[in-house]
Every structure is written in C-alpha cells, then in structure tokens.
C-alpha cells in the first residue's frame, strides 16, 4: 500500500506539523528527533524550518532536507484537538 501525498502542512511550536493527506486524514508529525542528523541540522533555525515547499507529495526544505511521504505517514499521529491545546 502506497502513502498518501502531502496536501497541506501546518506548522505548531516544537518542531511538529499538521499533514492533511490526499485521503483526507489529519496527522501531527514530530520533526524534532530528526533535527539530530547532519542533513537537519539548519533545521534548528526556526526560519529554516519555515521554508518548505510541497514537492511529489511530500516535504522539501530549502537547505535540501526532506523524508519519504512514508515516513511522514507511517511516523505521524492522528490528529487529536485535545492535544493540539497542550502543544
């Protein structure tokens, strides 16, 4: 079974994300115990982590970074307003 594309990212606090998919699922994704590896690490400057595009479904940063549209899905929790408030 293939991962659905990206369609909208929304950036929380903490380095997490908000990914509508194409099937229409909401998901949070936690980027932060990715900023460890070499090619993350610009990803630590907030501005940086603000400059992204949607390319083939998944997340490119401008400084080359991106993962797989799998590890954005698999990786990725549901969405739950609850703890949306805490973040």
Known sequence: MQSPDIKSVE???EYSLILTFT???IKIFNM???LKYPIFKP??????FKMFSIIDGTIE???GAEL???TFYLGSKKFN???LKEM
Do not use: A, F, T, V
């Open 11 to 13: 950036i929380l606090k």
């Open 23 to 25: 099937n229409g699922e």
């Open 32 to 34: 932060k115990p990715y």
């Open 43 to 48: 990803l630590n400057n907030e501005n940086e």
């Open 61 to 63: 940063w401008n400084c």
């Open 68 to 70: 797989s549209i799998d």
């Open 81 to 83: 307003k609850e703890e």
